[in-house]
């Protein structure tokens, strides 16, 4: 295989926890990983799209708030400065490993119409075919699915693991990676149960499995191992192999691009 054949399209999807450290603040030593492997893994010969969370946090952080904000209108202030700040991020950390990245913000209407579907696909492809990294959320500054997600019949994506689901399903991805502050699925709770045992790899998401998923996840994001097997099954309907991994080592990813055991792999449906 050439240097120039693609070996993969894969989307990561990296959380708030991940980001950020526990006390909210942000994680330097986490942008950098993140950055490095994933220019390592572009320079391979994959292309990779970075769907990211974390402009609430973000943005909160850097308004000096005490705390997330509980109201819808300061919730999007600061996820309109907060997309600012972990661009600029994200742009200074890619820069030192050689890449440039670009932003795309999504609302559920830019997926559900076919004419703004086809044109983000375009635009997904020529970026990629430029050897840029697309960096990826939803457009919190107008819409509201995702930082209102405890509002069910309001959802669209919801949270981000589903927007990366969309996102993988959209651009024709072989890979989906989930990195959170959890190593993968277990069959019981690890907070709560020491002996708990990683579930490597799943076939079929069925009651069993869903029953495994508890509530939402750390109290810095939105999202939980509920909306992780949501976009589990959009993507392995879809063909697309999806894994969840710990995002406090992005190394991970190195073994997943090389079909190496990691995490808990959903094996996408074939034919």
Not at 39 to 68: H, T
Not at 125 to 137: A, C, Q, T, W, Y
């Amino acid at each position: 295989m050439d240097g120039n054949t693609v070996k993969n399209k894969i989307v990561v999807k990296v959380g708030t926890s991940t980001l950020t450290h526990e006390g909210g603040k942000l994680n330097f030593r986490s942008f950098d990983a993140l950055a490095r492997v994933l220019s390592d893994i572009s320079n391979m010969g994959n292309e990779v799209i970075l769907v990211s969370s974390g402009a609430i946090a973000v943005g909160a952080g850097k308004l000096q708030m005490k705390e997330r904000p509980s109201i819808l209108s300061h919730k999007q202030a600061a996820a309109a400065v907060g997309q600012c700040e972990l661009m600029h991020l994200y742009d200074k950390f890619f820069s030192e490993y050689g890449k440039t990245v670009a932003q795309i913000l999504l609302t559920g209407e830019d997926v559900d119409s076919t004419e703004k579907r086809q044109n983000l696909i375009n635009t997904f492809n020529s970026l990629l075919d430029m050897g840029i990294i697309p960096i990826v959320n939803e457009n919190d500054s107008v819409s509201y699915a995702e930082i209102e997600a405890d509002s069910e019949e309001h959802k669209v994506f919801g949270d981000n693991d589903t927007l990366s689901a969309v996102v993988a399903v959209l651009c024709g991805a072989d890979k989906l990676v989930l990195l959170s502050d959890i190593d993968g699925l277990f069959d019981s709770n690890p907070n709560e149960n020491p002996n708990a045992r990683l579930i490597s790899e799943v076939r079929l998401i069925d009651d069993e499995i869903r029953a495994l998923a508890g509530g939402v996840g750390s109290s810095r994001g939105t999202g939980g191992m509920i909306t992780k097997l949501q976009a589990a099954e959009l993507a392995t309907e879809n063909g697309i192999d999806m894994y969840i991994a710990n995002g406090s080592t992005p190394e991970i990813l190195y073994e997943i691009v090389a079909d190496r055991p990691a995490g808990t792999l959903f094996v996408g449906k074939r034919g």
